[in-house]
């Protein structure tokens, strides 16, 4: 290939920078982001031409714009860009030229690029978790101005007994106009939320992925639901091990000479993955299957790491369930 391109995205402008095959920059110009300035630097370069850039903020306009156009898109690993985190000169013209060179050089720390199906399956999964979490911030919030006024009853304040209990009290103002706003939110919530939880399971229905992984314990439909758009192409990974390594679930490791120390998990790779995980580990530990390894890990290490050590040997069974799926249909994702 005669050209290589390295684009340092940002969130609304984006350094280009074009290198020949023997490393001199012919282009190197920042541009406002969008179809028609990106493709007035690089829309006159040889289709197939290949194009480096990081994982940042907002990438997936470019690699729809570079899968259209005929270019080669490659989405660089940023925490493994050392020649770009390490650098004593760092500035856009020079994080985009060295994402070229490395191209170049097939010194490229790659990151696997998700096809648009599984993007927007992560999106609408995302979403439905973020609707949950702010449904949960809001009912927090109506529990912390009822213990104000020391208000307090044994069932739940958001059935329909509860939003009865919750009209007869006798609040002061402000506090009866906060509770009264906040329940307009959460009802408006509502409707989102149930909207997405018919239409997510009805997806995952005669999918063998989602049926091999509700066996396990703790996962439910929408767990596996997370766990297959998360992962992915499950073939990327040759063992389970690399998988719960990706996933952040591994201890990370300080070795010299004859010293090892083991740390806390590296928190690496999907944050999504890592939170359904520890989630069904919850309901997992107390399984038959997982009861006596967890019950052995929380005496010796405490409750939380032996919930996460869980989650981790979830994640291996996980991985080994998806892969007999793969090798019986023969594609990943194969219905």
Same mark, same amino acid.
Request: hydrophobic share 45%; glycine share 8%.
């Given at each position: ?23 001199? #920059? ?6 406002? !982001?969008? =179809?028609?300035? *990106? /493709?007035?630097?690089? @829309?006159?370069?040889?289709? &197939? ?82 609707? #949950? ?6 009912? !927090?919030? =109506?529990?912390? *101005? /009822?213990?104000?006024? @020391?208000?307090?009853?044994? &069932? ?180």
């Amino acid at each position: 290939m005669s050209v290589y391109v390295g684009i340092d995205v940002h969130r609304k402008r984006s350094q280009i920078a074009v290198v020949n095959h023997g490393g001199a #920059v012919q282009v190197n110009r920042n541009v406002p !982001n969008g =179809v028609k300035t *990106v /493709l007035s630097v690089i @829309g006159d370069l040889p289709i &197939g031409a290949p194009v480096a850039f990081e994982a940042a903020y907002g990438w997936g306009w470019l690699v729809e714009l570079l899968e259209d156009y005929g270019f080669e898109p490659h989405l660089v690993h940023p925490l493994r860009c050392k020649a770009i985190a390490s650098a004593r000169l760092k500035n856009d013209k020079v994080d985009a030229a060295t994402l070229a060179q490395l191209l170049r050089a097939d010194l490229l720390p790659e990151a696997w690029i998700a096809p648009l199906d599984v993007r927007q399956q992560r999106a609408l999964l995302r979403h439905r978790c973020q609707l #949950v979490r702010l449904r949960t911030l809001l009912r !927090n919030r =109506v529990h912390a *101005v /009822l213990a104000d006024h @020391g208000c307090d009853r044994p &069932g739940g304040y958001f059935t329909a007994p509860g939003r009865a209990w919750l009209e007869g009290l006798d609040l002061p103002d402000a506090s009866r106009r906060v509770v009264e706003d906040l329940l307009v939110l959460m009802d408006a919530l509502k409707e989102p939320i149930d909207v997405l939880d018919r239409q997510l399971p009805a997806q995952a229905r005669g999918d063998p992925r989602i049926r091999v992984l509700t066996q396990l314990p703790g996962v439910g439909t929408l767990t596996a639901l997370v766990i297959v758009a998360e992962v992915g192409d499950i073939t990327r990974f040759p063992s389970a091990r690399k998988l719960t390594a990706w996933a952040g679930l591994t201890p990370t490791v300080r070795g010299s000479d004859l010293t090892v120390r083991h740390g806390h998990i590296s928190k690496q790779g999907s944050d999504w993955l890592r939170w359904i995980l520890c989630e069904a580990a919850q309901t997992a530990k107390r399984s038959p299957e997982f009861a006596a390894a967890y019950q052995r890990l929380a005496h010796r290490r405490g409750k939380k790491i032996a919930t996460t050590a869980i989650a981790r040997r979830l994640l291996a069974r996980a991985y080994h369930l998806l892969r007999a799926v793969q090798d019986q249909c023969g594609q990943p994702g194969v219905r």
